[in-house]
């Protein structure tokens, strides 16, 4: 009745778990004669049952954590924030243009995408390795978000700020109001780019999570994900050719994101995402002399976090969990069904809990869809997800000429 698929690992244990779990459902079933008004199906109402497995079932999780080289470093899981390792993650550390994520994020709360920009002489002063705006240019904030975000640029982290806030000033204290509001108790904001300066400083724990809010907004994502942008400028002959900086997107097909930085100070940093069969991990790395090692490691970290979860399907949807015979029909059946499929991530110690609960009777008529109970799939006392439990087919109440019907054909048969 029920299927089950595991896109890594053995998933034996845990499909046994389901058919018991269905035939123990069926158990619960027993034999009705309805009444005169409504038939009654043979489910008992408010009656459960609940099996559990464990994750370590499925085998071949890494036990092992990497040895790495940088400061510091930390995994988590994007979407529940899991540290799935840490190694001096909470040292306070200069992060270069990693600052950026923090910048991004208050000008997509805070403006519109079609708004234009004019290049002030205080933008266009800004330090870039390659000059290219000049003042009096006139960008859009999305057109100077993709240079912010793919080119690292800093001129544009300053347009950004005065045309957020009024001021660098201004749109950096919000930076830093932002960051209390996050949680990130170790970093301060100094300035909207990440150039060295005093008083300007994060942790690998912290930058995680600003990473982990940033990467729910559908824009961000993308900002983060684009290998190459082009912008026509005024004046300009040529399209301006951004390219990421980001040396693991586009080299492994599960990166999506996020960003760079490297400063004297700061050294080479990389907050890096990554989702790979279904599973969504955030890394961070900071301080790290050599750059083509902060890639190395930042790989291996990313590899690492995906190895401590199982992404499994554990009811498709349509599964068969429950059935009846429907009264005065002969070879017919009702059956109680999965309205949507479950799936979940699994980490190494989980233990995943089903609960099958048929909370109302079946009683004629019955519609297709119509709901009489649920599952419930929780781990660790939470529950994770609630799948409706539908009927899969549609029968009409049972009338007199159709009780003697079926009795003439009981007789014959």
């Known amino acids: 009745m029920m299927r089950l698929s595991a896109r890594r690992g053995r998933p034996l244990a845990v499909l046994v778990f389901l058919a018991v779990l269905v ?8 034999v009705a004669q309805g009444s005169s008004s409504t038939t009654a199906l043979p489910t008992k109402p408010t009656r459960s049952v609940s099996f559990t497995v464990d994750a370590d079932d499925l085998g071949g999780f890494a036990l092992d954590a990497p040895k790495i080289s940088s400061p510091s470093a930390i995994v988590i899981n994007m979407g529940t924030g899991r540290v799935l390792y840490e190694w001096d993650a909470y040292v306070r550390r200069p992060m270069a243009s990693t600052t950026k994520i923090m910048t991004a994020v208050l000008v997509l709360e805070q403006m519109d995408l079609s708004k234009s920009i004019r290049i002030s002489e205080k933008v266009a002063a800004t330090y870039e390795p390659k000059v290219w705006l000049r003042t009096g240019d006139v960008l859009t904030v999305e057109q100077l978000l993709y240079a912010l975000m793919v080119r690292s640029a800093n001129s544009a982290a300053v347009a950004l700020a ?35 300066a005093e008083d300007h400083y994060s942790t690998a724990a912290d930058m995680a999570v600003v990473a982990r809010y940033a990467m729910k907004d559908p824009i961000f994502q993308r900002l983060v994900s684009t290998e190459e942008y082009s912008v026509s400028v005024g004046g300009r002959d040529e399209p301006i050719v951004f390219k990421n900086t980001n040396a693991l997107l586009g080299r492994f097909d599960w990166v999506t994101g996020v960003k760079t930085g490297l400063t004297p100070r700061a050294e ?20 790290q002399p050599a750059s083509e090692v902060c890639w190395t490691e930042s790989r291996t970290l990313m590899e690492y976090g995906f190895a401590q979860y199982r992404h499994v399907t554990l009811l498709e949807e349509g599964a068969v969990v429950a059935e009846a015979e429907v009264p005065y029909q002969i070879d017919s059946v009702v ?46 006392g939470e529950v994770l997800e609630t799948i409706d439990l539908v009927a899969d087919k549609s029968f009409e109440k049972t009338t007199l000429g159709g009780k003697i019907t079926y009795l003439f054909r009981r007789l014959g048969n």
């Open 23 to 30: 035939v123990t459902v069926a158990a619960l079933v027993g």
């Open 162 to 196: 005065e045309a957020c806030f009024g001021s660098v000033e201004a749109f950096v204290e919000e930076m830093n109001a932002k960051a209390a509001e996050l949680g990130m108790k170790d970093t301060h904001f100094a300035n909207p780019h990440g150039l060295d």
């Open 268 to 287: 080479q940093c990389l907050v890096c995402s990554g989702t790979l069969d279904g599973v969504s991990i955030i890394s961070v790395v900071l301080g």
């Open 335 to 380: 059956r109680l069904v999965t309205a949507t499929p479950t799936e979940l991530e699994l980490y190494k110690s989980d233990s995943v809990t089903a609960s099958i609960v048929v909370d109302r009777d079946l009683t004629l008529p019955v519609s297709q869809g119509e709901v009489f109970g649920h599952v419930f799939m929780t781990i660790d």
